[in-house]
């Protein structure tokens, strides 16, 4: 029974600590708070330096954040003014080459012309011959009938010749302008819409560049508004302590002076 009723002791006392304020047991006296003072005095300090090392921190952070995106928008920009130069590049080669096409196009119509000229011109000039050789032969031996036959054939051989240096002739130099038109399309075209591709490839460089830098400096002022939070909170708790402490400091003291 005496075991028993040890036991029952034991635990009612061991309730009864479990049960009280820690307070109870805590040095209240103001020595110790005035430690305690001094503690959150030097906590504060320290939080202090913490929030001028963080801020220097994030302003490091925030210029590299910066620099980068300056870094990443002049790639970019290069990058357009070399798309844009190659294109405009490519554009007045082909240019000069179309030229050359359409030069070649009309100095070979000027050949069909010639070369229609040199035909018609010797067709005529046989036909001249050949009427006058009948001519020769009607007056001297009457062969009118030969005369009458080359007279025809002569008319016949102008007609043609007028054929050659007129209708034909200037199909062939329009077929031959057309052949240097459609050789310089077939250069230049191309290179118009390379051209035209290199421009809006700029126009994408330019507007990621300008991407790159807006997104740098969000990135950046990020940086700075997450670390004011953090420093805020570093030196919000410091000073809530110290202000404790403080208040601690006044009631031992307070405490002191009754006894």
Not at 6 to 23: E, G, R
Not at 74 to 93: D, F, K, P, W
Not at 167 to 189: C, L, R, V, Y
Request: aromatic residues 2%; contains cysteine; glycine residues 2%.
């Amino acid at each position: 029974m005496e075991i028993h009723r040890l036991k029952a002791i034991v635990c009612c006392a061991s309730l009864v600590v479990a049960l009280s304020p820690l307070a109870a047991f805590a040095d209240t006296s103001s020595s110790h708070a005035q430690d305690e003072l001094v503690n959150g005095q030097a906590q504060l300090v320290q939080a202090q330096q913490q929030v001028t090392d963080m801020q220097a921190d994030a302003q490091q952070s925030a210029a590299n954040e910066r620099m980068i995106g300056v870094l990443q928008s002049e790639a970019m920009r290069q990058l357009q003014l070399n798309n844009v130069a190659n294109g405009n590049a490519m554009e007045q080669i082909a240019s000069a080459l179309a030229n050359a096409a359409r030069a070649n196009g009309d100095l070979n119509a000027r050949n069909e012309l010639a070369i229609a000229q040199i035909h018609a011109a010797a067709l005529v000039a046989n036909a001249d011959a050949n009427l006058a050789n009948a001519q020769q032969l009607a007056q001297n031996k009457g062969r009118f009938d030969e005369l009458a036959n080359a007279q025809a054939q002569s008319a016949l051989l102008h007609q043609v010749a007028d054929f050659l240096t007129s209708t034909q002739a200037e199909a062939n130099m329009a077929s031959a302008k057309q052949t240097g038109q459609d050789e310089a399309d077939a250069i230049h075209t191309p290179a118009i819409a390379q051209q035209q591709n290199s421009q809006a490839m700029g126009a994408n460089d330019l507007l990621a560049a300008d991407t790159a830098l807006n997104a740098s400096e969000l990135a950046a002022t990020s940086v700075v508004v997450a670390a004011d939070t953090v420093e805020a909170d570093v030196l919000a708790h410091a000073q809530a302590s110290l202000i404790n402490d403080e208040a601690m400091l006044a009631d031992a003291t307070a405490t002191d002076d009754t006894q």
